[in-house]
């Protein structure tokens, strides 16, 4: 079971820190994932990391401005988000998988409940 938070209503510019909690046992090689949806369009990827070895990969769009990391001893997984722009308005989603590191929203299979980020310009 996964448990988000964090979201919230921040300026164009500004930062946030989304979390989320990770319930039960996370293999080394499976790989927790964030995503964003707007209402109206499919999920995107938006980065992972390998709860293993920590290897992380993002999407080209939040590279340089958000962060993935992991607490193994907490089992929770953090998206620092900094920079942020009106467009990265969406509910984000965190995931697991145990398929390999992946970016694609199919290959996750415990989803968290979402939380709402609002950029305003």
């Known amino acids: 079971q996964l448990q988000a938070s964090g979201g919230g209503l921040v300026q164009a510019g500004g930062s946030l820190r989304l979390s989320c909690a990770a319930s039960g046992r996370l293999l080394s090689s499976s790989a927790m994932g964030w995503f964003r949806q707007v209402q109206g369009k499919e999920r995107e990827f938006v980065a992972f990391i390998r709860w293993g070895v920590g290897t992380t990969y993002y999407a080209d769009f939040v590279k340089g401005r958000f962060t993935i990391s992991r607490d193994k001893s907490e089992n929770m997984v953090y998206l620092q988000m900094n920079s942020l722009k009106p467009e990265d308005t969406a509910v984000y989603y965190c995931?697991?998988?145990?398929?390999?590191?992946?970016?694609?929203?199919?290959?996750?299979?415990?989803w968290g409940q979402g939380t709402q980020v609002t950029v305003s310009s």
């Open positions: 995931a697991r998988t145990t398929r390999g590191l992946t970016t694609m929203s199919t290959f996750y299979d415990s």
